[in-house]
């Protein structure tokens, strides 16, 4: 048996009952056979590959907080700080009910590669919450911050773990946790990102995403023969990384036509209007049906339905494995042309091997979606220097970074016989360099 399938059936066997960690773990593993067969002898004497795939820390609580009604409520809290081989811990704080330790695992291990692939200095991790801040007052969620961070402070730092937004945690939630961590420790420093602009937050932040989900896609369009102006994109979400991927990809000249959240989705025929949809989700927290009912050229549906619109290119920019493969079927016999992850793994494996055997040109999460954390190390170094820089200087180095991941990940699978095939080439480019660094510290 080769390495590669020795150490899956480790990870399965070590991490029962978490499909979504063994789905990441596969994904990547099965990408890297090539660069792994090369070089298995050392690999396999150093444990590298076991190593990789085993956190440094889980740390696992329990986080008791008091409701409006005076009930006490307990939620279940999670920090998996996965590998610092090149950096502190870097990696969102997800609050959803869905969350539990396999999820949190699945997310941290492709943080790995994906702050790699930024070619900044940050290591990877993540964590969260089953805490649901839907339907929940400012209070009740200011005390569920306040508790989660009355155990997390001591396991993250400045130069050690430095924890961001994600689904569930926005600007108020980040707030409240800020202001915890400084009451407890007295530090005023960097530890968290995603932070307002009048404590320590970057501009273009909330947007970084987003637009560097459509920065990555020009580029490879561009790579490809093609241009993004005048094309029709279907987009599902509608929180931070849709709305903002909706807004540049119509900067950029694109029509966006669909947006969707967890009841359903809407298809606008005259293009999202950001302004509305903004009004909608940011402001007034709703669903979907206000958009509708406000927008005559809007048609609200109930469900899921988003890939099955006619586009040139889809943006997966909601959960993990939205898109299957009858939805890719769809994409393909509608003459969709490229696919690129916003959200972390939303296509499922057979979904991703049926684009890309059809000619679809796919970029997943990992490179595609990895402007949200270049802006927080960005950020965190404007809080090292005492600094703010302006909108447009950091939108500029988020362009440029995200050019930079695209043209690394193509040269890495033209490098290993791969051409074409984004997925390999975004994993082995940034596993490569987080090989390195491993090895170059010794077994630890």
């Not at 005390?143 to 155990?151: A, D, L, R, T």
């Not at 055997?357 to 990992?366: A, E, Q, R, T």
């Not at 190390?377 to 500029?396: C, G, H, I």
Request: a negative charge.
């Amino acid at each position: 048996m080769s390495y590669v399938d020795e150490v899956f059936e480790l990870v399965v066997a070590k991490n029962p009952a978490q499909p979504e960690f063994h789905q990441a773990v596969k994904e990547v593993l099965e990408s890297l056979r090539v660069v792994i067969e090369a070089n298995e002898e050392a690999y396999r004497k150093d444990a590298l590959l076991e190593r990789i795939c085993t956190p440094e820390r889980q740390i696992l609580f329990r986080v008791p907080w008091v409701d409006d009604k005076g009930q006490v409520q307990v939620n279940n809290g999670f920090r998996v700080q996965f590998n610092s081989a090149i950096g502190p811990y870097k990696g969102g704080l997800r609050l959803h009910p869905s969350v539990n330790l396999g999820i949190i695992k699945f997310l941290g291990f492709e943080q790995i590669f994906k702050n790699s692939l930024t070619g900044l200095p940050i290591g990877g991790g993540k964590g969260g919450s089953d805490f649901d801040p839907k339907g929940k007052s400012d209070r009740e969620v200011m005390v569920f911050c306040q508790s989660f961070i009355n155990e997390l402070y001591r396991h993250i730092g400045a130069d050690t773990d430095v924890p961001a937004g994600d689904i569930g945690t926005g600007a108020r939630e980040i707030g409240y946790m800020y202001g915890q961590y400084k009451r407890l420790t007295g530090l005023y420093e960097g530890v968290l990102t995603g932070k307002g602009l009048t404590y320590g937050g970057s501009l273009a932040r909330t947007e970084a995403t987003g637009y560097g989900l459509l920065y990555l896609t020009e580029e490879m369009l561009k790579c490809n023969g093609k241009d993004i102006a005048g094309k029709t994109v279907v987009i599902s979400g509608s929180g931070n990384v849709a709305i903002y991927a909706a807004q540049k990809a119509q900067q950029l000249g694109a029509k966006v036509v669909t947006v969707s959240d967890s009841t359903g989705w809407v298809y606008d025929a005259e293009g999202i209007d950001i302004a509305l949809l903004k009004e909608v989700k940011e402001v007034k927290r709703a669903r979907l049906t206000e958009y509708a009912a406000a927008r005559p050229s809007a048609e609200y549906h109930d469900g899921k339905g988003v890939w099955t619109v006619k586009c040139d290119i889809a943006l997966p920019c909601a959960t993990q494995n939205e898109l299957n493969l009858e939805d890719a079927k769809a994409l393909v016999a509608n003459g969709c042309f490229a696919v690129a992850e916003g959200a972390n793994m939303p296509t499922t494996l057979d979904a991703t091997e049926y684009l890309q055997k059809n000619g679809v040109l796919f970029c997943p999460g990992k490179a595609a979606n990895a402007g949200g954390v270049a802006t927080s190390a960005l950020e965190m170094s404007q809080n090292s220097e005492r600094l703010s820089w302006t909108f447009e200087e950091v939108d500029s180095k988020l362009k440029g970074i995200m050019v930079n991941i695209f043209h690394n990940l193509d040269d890495a699978a033209k490098k290993y016989g791969m051409e074409g095939n984004y997925v390999a080439g975004a994993n082995i480019a940034g596993f490569l360099k987080v090989a390195e660094a491993m090895t170059a510290q010794g077994i630890v």
